[in-house]
């Protein structure tokens, strides 16, 4: 007796019997037990340039896969749909311009953006119609913007001026003090890390300082600042530049 999911049916599938199967199986909604998985290459996107969601681990006998947008199996979410022997992509309702899938499943977003970050669904769906999801998360990061250093003054007085120095930046992450900037009994730094106060300024604080924003796909530096002591000619090092790493997450 021949079994009804030979695999002389595999491939048979048209394009919509994906959709058929994509919309039974939002009722099935079976949580995956096989290690099928999802993998951002690279695995920090950078606004503008191409990033790709490997799937690895596949189960055999596929005859296509539908990408979703978010965490579930959504037709209203559906980037697109693959037959595999056909080689067909169909777009659905979410589809973004520059979205491809390749036979082997992976989803490819050319020129992301920062709306590409989400989550995005994957459902495998095999000759015998059933199907096998996973979801995987992307997060599309900017270039960070380029921070500066604010100073109550730039030049003062040893022994008797204070000066105060923030890192102004735009992004939004941690601030902490770079391995340059060692903190004495004369300085505090405020409670967010933003601003060094010095209090009195001593000639071995003259000198560059600077404030470098980070993100996982991009870093940017301010100008150096630099702070001058009157009456001092010797200038202070410029080379050695104190100040801040601001880390985005
Ligand atoms: C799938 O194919 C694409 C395009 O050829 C390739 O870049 C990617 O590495 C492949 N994915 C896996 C998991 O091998
Ligand atoms: C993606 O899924 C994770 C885990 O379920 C969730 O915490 C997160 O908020 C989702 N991200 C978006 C942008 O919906
Ligand atoms: C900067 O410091 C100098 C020398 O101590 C002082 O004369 C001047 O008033 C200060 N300027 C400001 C804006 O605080
Ligand atoms: C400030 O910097 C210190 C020392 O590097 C660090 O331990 C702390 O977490 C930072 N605080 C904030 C609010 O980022």
């Known amino acids: 007796m021949e079994s009804p999911s030979a695999p002389a049916h595999r491939g048979s599938i048209p394009w919509q019997g994906l959709l058929l199967a994509a919309s039974l199986l939002t009722l099935w909604s079976l949580p995956t037990t096989a290690q099928l998985t999802i993998e951002s290459v690279p695995p920090n996107a950078a606004e ?9 681990n596949l189960p055999g006998f596929l005859g296509g896969y539908v990408w979703f947008k978010g965490q579930s199996v959504d037709s209203d979410l559906q980037i697109a749909s693959y037959v595999i022997d056909a080689q067909e992509i ?5 589809y973004s311009q520059g979205a491809t899938i390749y036979p082997n499943g992976s989803l490819l977003l050319k020129k992301a953006t ?3 970050t989400g989550n995005y669904t994957l459902l495998a769906i095999k000759g015998n119609f059933q199907g096998e999801i996973v979801t995987g998360q992307l997060r599309v990061y900017q270039p960070v913007g380029k921070p500066s250093i604010r100073a109550s003054n730039a030049t003062v ?21 770079n391995q340059n900037l060692l903190l004495t009994d004369r300085m505090k730094l405020s409670r967010d890390n933003s601003t060094l ?5 001593r000639r071995e604080d003259a000198g560059g300082y600077q404030c470098e924003v980070f993100n996982p796909v991009s870093s940017s530096k301010s100008d150096p600042f630099r702070l001058n002591l009157h009456h001092l000619h010797s200038g202070g ?13």
């Open 197 to 201: 106060t010095i209090d009195p300024v």
């Open 157 to 177: 007085t040893e022994h008797k001026d204070t000066v105060v120095l923030t890192c102004l930046t735009n992004e939004h992450g941690d601030l902490y003090p």
């Open 90 to 94: 169909h777009p659905g309702p979410a």
């Open 48 to 56: 503008g340039k191409d990033v790709l969601l490997r799937v690895h």
């Open 114 to 116: 920062l709306k590409d």
């Open 237 to 249: 090092n410029t080379d050695f530049l104190r100040g801040w790493a601001v880390v985005v997450k």
